[in-house]
């Protein structure tokens, strides 16, 4: 069983910067990635990575968003910059055991998810 504890949401100003964060307990070979759903809409994908370091990117997250893993301390982060009022929504982390290159952007593709955390960006 894998857990998944998120951390780091809150408020920011437009243009400002926040980083979540996500431990979990540890293995060799996975995809990680972080997912976020507004109010009112789809759960979007915002970024993956595979443990062996291959990143994915949601065009809402390119140039602006850098999710990396850190594997000694089993934790996935998400550095977000230029937040934009549109980036408010919930944030989930998603695990799944098995690499896969690119790795991916689709929520069925992820076996386990965090509870979530809030982050809204204001105008």
């Known amino acids: 069983q894998v857990q998944l504890v998120e951390s780091g949401g809150g408020s920011a100003q437009s243009g400002g910067s926040l980083r979540l964060s996500c431990e979990a307990s540890?293995?060799?070979?996975?995809?990680m990635a972080w997912f976020r759903q507004a109010p009112g809409k789809e759960r979007e994908a915002v970024a993956s990575?595979?443990?062996?370091?291959?990143?994915n990117y949601g065009d809402a997250a390119k140039g602006r968003f850098t999710i990396s893993l850190d594997k000694a301390k089993n934790t996935l982060y998400l550095q977000m910059n230029s937040l934009k009022p549109e980036d408010t929504a919930m944030y989930y982390c998603?695990?799944?055991?098995?690499?896969?290159?690119?790795?991916?952007?689709?929520?069925?593709?992820?076996?386990?998810w965090g509870r979530g955390t809030q982050v809204t960006a204001s105008s």
């Open positions: 990575i595979d443990s062996n370091g291959p990143t």
């Open positions: 540890g293995h060799d070979y996975t995809c």
């Open positions: 998603a695990f799944r055991f098995g690499g896969w290159k690119p790795p991916p952007l689709t929520d069925l593709e992820y076996t386990y």
